[in-house]
């Protein structure tokens, strides 16, 4: 049995790896793109059943499985081709002539498919290795084409027309993966030097003048931008929603500009008018439309072969339908030519392999004419307008312009939570000895929720409202420094919590979070009443930025300040413990340590009362979890924090628990009105959500672009949408060119 076994792995194992090697490619180009959509974490667990949980988890490993065996299959079957040959030349003439015949399409294998060359941005940079992988590889497979005595006939003229595309191919992907390097991509994006006005001359004739016995004198006229008159020239710019073909464009205008962020290059004043004038005339929906168009592209760049085939002016469909045009020859030669001894299976195989190969250049071809970047070219240039609508009317009705280009997810993760159900236990001990706890933490404690348009909406007013506050140049980097403090100030509570701000911005986090936890379910007995006060004291919204949509205009009036606080909160201290390197360096992750050791030690432990509650359980519908959060909520609001915890703890114990406790009690008392014992939760709400956009938007200004790459393949990550927004509204360090060429003038007189 064994070794009838062997010998019929013998016979198939090249037809198998050849099926296995097309089928691992069709794979690929079908489902690479969905990276951009599906949250990538190493484990992930969702409240909603959705492509972000289990599912999200086995996408991203299958696609890793994928990628890694579609280029291990092609070059193990380079390797069984001439032990196949040897083993079948003795039975059927002319077999081994067609086997042979599959060695540039292992290459062609090689060379990828457009939507996919690298699996993270660390695989750009091993670019060399590839080349090196592709000079080998080609030579093998040419070594095996000519020393399998291949006859003059049939197959040498559709062989060497492979072997031609195939090898265009595998260079084009290593092309791509060094073009998509950060030392490329930052080289490639650095401007032109600028010396700037000839110093040496201009001075030598201020000598000479002077020497001469006239009298010289300098006239130095700075240039006048926008940062310098604005708050001399207030001018309010009217909303208006725009065309989707025209974001479009616009994004394409935008994009060669902002990109070096990724790099981290820096902008001009220039390049700040230009984006700020655009962005202060859009809607928020169309505003963020426009970021993820961009991101997207980005995605393209650094991860498939968009920095060839979108780079340069008609590369693409020039060399898509050149390979096209010569694998459907290839097959049209095959076909007409003489199959007699050939073996029906692998003749058949052959048919599949070129059949396979014509189906892959018609659909990349496909995604590239239906590509938003195609489109934008088009409009530029004037040309083939009538192709351009009608791909563009395709484009949409294949995707409609209100879905997101990313995950459009954030995540959440809850520090009481965490401290109630990470109780010590055998197998905990086991997993942590083996180094899986981390792993295992981020799988149990993480969810995934949607990313509200209510808090799209308040981020982009926020924003809107600190680029109309700006006075100066200086003030566009001032205001990325506030984490806090400016929301404060504007809402007159800056004496009263600016403590909680000043603090290092861990801790700061740490702080928020906690007290925005203990309110948020302290309000939750209380959700009616405060149901009703949002309906009857929310901030009237300009009319410009209503919905048209019935449906949208009623999920905002659900979005309360309250649940984007929450929401906010969960995901900032994901960000701090599960995403460390995209936040500011600080002992957060200490600090969160030794905060659920203290929670752990005071809520743990239940009374009484607290376990006959849980009891009840058992017999009802309540969830556990709730309750005994409910019950912690309770007795860490009991505690009395009059004096400072930090002054009787000491700093041996870097735990924040009761200072949070500590600004949970001063939020309560200072929104409470004399006379009454509830507080305004609604007023309160609104400033702990300002309070927590100016913390996402400073995180998001101090996260280095090479950090932010890193997630578009990844779901994609709200703080790159942030910080890419901060930097279209004209705020960021990365605005270090203030001022353009001094108008200096000589003026020479007797």
Aim: proline share 3%.
């Amino acid at each position: 049995m064994i070794i009838s076994l062997e010998k019929l792995w013998n016979k198939l194992e090249i037809r198998v790896l050849v099926m296995s090697s097309l089928g691992l490619q069709i794979f690929l180009l079908a489902i690479a793109g969905f990276r951009k959509h599906v949250i990538s974490s190493r484990l992930a667990r969702t409240t909603t059943i959705t492509w972000h949980g289990p599912l999200a988890l086995m996408f991203h490993w299958l696609l890793w499985l994928a990628y890694l065996l579609a280029d291990y299959v092609a070059t193990v079957a380079l390797a069984y081709l001439p032990g196949s040959e040897r083993t079948k030349a003795t039975l059927e003439s002319k077999t081994h002539h067609l086997l042979m015949f599959w060695a540039p399409f292992f290459i062609l294998h090689l060379g990828g498919q457009d939507t996919i060359t690298a699996l993270s941005v660390e695989d750009n940079e091993l670019w060399a290795r590839h080349l090196l992988t592709l000079c080998s590889q080609v030579a093998l497979a040419i070594y095996y084409y000519l020393s399998s005595n291949l006859e003059v006939g049939a197959l040498r003229l559709p062989a060497a027309l492979m072997f031609s595309v195939a090898i265009f191919k595998y260079a084009e992907r290593v092309w791509s993966l060094q073009r998509a390097s950060m030392s490329s991509l930052r080289s490639s994006m650095i401007t032109k030097p600028d010396p700037g006005p000839n110093y040496a001359k201009f001075m030598q004739e201020y000598t000479s003048s002077n020497e001469a016995g006239l009298t010289a004198t300098i006239k130095v006229e700075v240039e006048k931008h926008k940062g310098d008159l604005e708050s001399q020239q207030p001018k309010e710019v009217p909303e208006e929603t725009k065309d989707y073909e025209e974001v479009v464009c616009k994004a394409y205008v935008f994009f060669p500009i902002f990109k070096r962020l990724f790099v981290d290059l820096i902008l001009s004043y220039k390049n700040r008018e230009d984006s700020q004038k655009y962005f202060e005339g859009l809607k928020f929906k169309d505003a963020y439309k426009l970021i993820e168009i961009e991101l997207s592209w980005m995605y393209e760049i650094l991860h498939s072969k968009g920095s060839v085939i979108y780079a340069f002016k008609n590369y693409g469909w020039i060399s898509r339908g050149i390979t096209l045009v010569i694998t459907t020859a290839t097959l049209c030669i095959f076909a007409v030519a003489d199959h007699a001894g050939y073996g029906g299976f692998e003749t058949t195989l052959t048919y599949v392999l070129l059949g396979g190969a014509v189906s892959l250049e018609i659909i990349a071809l496909g995604i590239m004419l239906l590509s938003l970047w195609t489109y934008a070219a088009m409009k530029e240039s004037n040309s083939f307008n009538r192709l351009s609508k009608f791909l563009f009317s395709i484009q949409t009705k294949l995707r409609s312009e209100t879905k997101p280009r990313w995950s459009e997810k954030m995540a959440q993760f809850s520090l009481i939570t965490y401290s109630l159900e990470d109780k010590r236990c055998l197998w905990k001990c086991i997993i942590k000895s083996v180094g899986f706890k981390e792993t295992w933490d981020n799988y149990r404690y993480t969810t995934y929720v949607p990313v509200k348009v209510g808090l799209k909406e308040l981020v982009f007013r926020e924003l809107k409202n600190k680029m109309k506050n700006i006075e100066d140049t200086a003030s566009y980097r001032r205001f990325t420094s506030h984490r806090g403090q400016w929301a404060l100030q504007r809402k007159g509570y800056y004496q009263e919590f600016g403590w909680s701000v000043e603090a290092e911005f861990d801790e700061s986090i740490l702080l928020w979070h906690i007290a925005t936890d203990l309110l948020f379910h302290e309000t939750e007995k209380s959700k009616s009443t405060l149901d009703k006060q949002s309906e009857q004291k929310s901030e009237p919204q300009p009319a410009q930025q209503l919905e048209d949509n019935p449906e949208q205009k009623q999920q905002q009036k659900k979005e309360s300040s309250r649940d984007i606080s929450q929401d906010i909160s969960n995901y900032m201290l994901f960000l701090l413990i599960v995403r460390p390197f995209m936040m500011p360096a600080g002992i957060g992750q200490i600090r969160f340590g030794d905060t659920c050791a203290e929670a752990a030690n005071f809520i743990q432990p239940l009374g009484e009362i607290e376990k006959r509650n849980i009891k009840k359980i058992k017999n009802g519908n309540a969830d556990k979890g709730n309750i005994e959060k409910s019950n912690a909520v309770k007795r860490l609001l009991e505690v009395n924090t009059e004096y400072d915890p930090a002054l009787i703890k000491g700093d041996r114990s870097k735990s924040v628990l009761f200072r949070g406790c500590k600004l949970a009690h001063q939020l309560k008392t200072e929104f409470t009105p004399e006379g009454k014992n509830e507080p305004d939760w609604d007023k309160m709400w609104r400033l702990i959500s300002v309070v927590w956009v100016e913390i996402l938007c400073f995180a998001a200004s101090k996260c280095s672009g090479q950090f932010h790459a890193k997630q578009l393949s990844k779901g994609g990550e709200l703080l790159t949408v942030i910080w890419f927004l901060m930097a279209h509204l004209g705020m960021g360090e990365q605005y270090r060119i203030e001022e353009g060429h001094a108008r200096a003038k000589l003026i020479v007189s007797k």
